[in-house]
């Protein structure tokens, strides 16, 4: 019986063969078994990738026992998310990613004038409200430099920040090669979650756009150039120097994630603005009681929001849509 392959099924054979990253090949892999159409005729190969995957897992959980002639797995290419959400900081030599880590976090890397300072990913969390957020600050992307665990970093991660030197001559060439590097690897940035490939070889991963070192009445212009590199993006400008600009960063990276604060409080009491429950835009008050207990969701009689826009102790039922900033009170 014919196995009845798609065409792009051996071109990405061809690219699995040839790949020699073990998590990229891991991923290729699984790509591929999915595309396999399941019946008789590729029940030999669908074995065979089967066992692939499960050997190149393996590889993956025992670090330096790489097969001879692979490059040993990288320990970088996939750190434990942490918070409401995972920011990738990317962007060429001396942009500002590590200052950037470094005035929004309580992370301590290393800041020099000199390029290539950072070479290992480091993290911080970002303290916005009462929401923590993780950044990831990374070794630049440029024509001398490209680590080969960026690419499982950025698929890893929720959100891409493009950083982009506004004080950089070259800033619109440097992002250009970022943007190609990435899409060699197979990785494409787009301004929405919603946008995705027909080519199921490629991730598309949301990011925003950060023109750092701006400087008034120099960087308007730049930013204009901006625009036009990634039209539809969300855009922030920032400086170390600014305060008021790395809280609009926070709120920017915030908003980029698609999810709301909700407080909780419980009747008579005043409610507990420390520890929101964070749910998807759009998100209803059963999801809400679900967030807290699927015991509590399903007891639910009614719940009563207070918020803009309501009318405030307004009694609503479990399909009711919540916005950022409610405060909801269940009764059961
Ligand atoms: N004027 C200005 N300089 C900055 C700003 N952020 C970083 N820098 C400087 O840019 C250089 C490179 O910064 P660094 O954070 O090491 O860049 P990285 O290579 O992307 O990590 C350093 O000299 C920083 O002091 C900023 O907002 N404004
Ligand atoms: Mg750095």
Known sequence: MPANLPPQFYELDREFKAEKDTREKLRMAQELLRMMPKHKGTDKLQAEFKSKISKLKKQIETPGSGVHGARQVEAFDHIVKEG??????????????????DSLTHAKPLVADYPYTTREPMTGMIAFDTVQLQLIDTPPISPDSYENYLGGLIRNADITVIVADLSAEKMIDDLKFIIDKLQEKRIVLKAKASEKSDDPRIVCKKAFVCAHKFYEDESHHKLKDLEELFPHFAMVATSILDDDS??????????SLGVMRVYTKRAGHEPDYKDPLILHLGGTVEEAANELHKDFARKLKFAKVWGEGKYQGQKVHKDFVLEDKDILEFHI
């Open 246 to 255: 790395l809280d609009a960063f926070k709120m920017t990276a915030f908003e």
């Open 84 to 101: 409401a959400g995972q920011f990738i900081l990317i962007g060429a030599p001396n942009s500002g990613k590590s200052s950037l880590l």
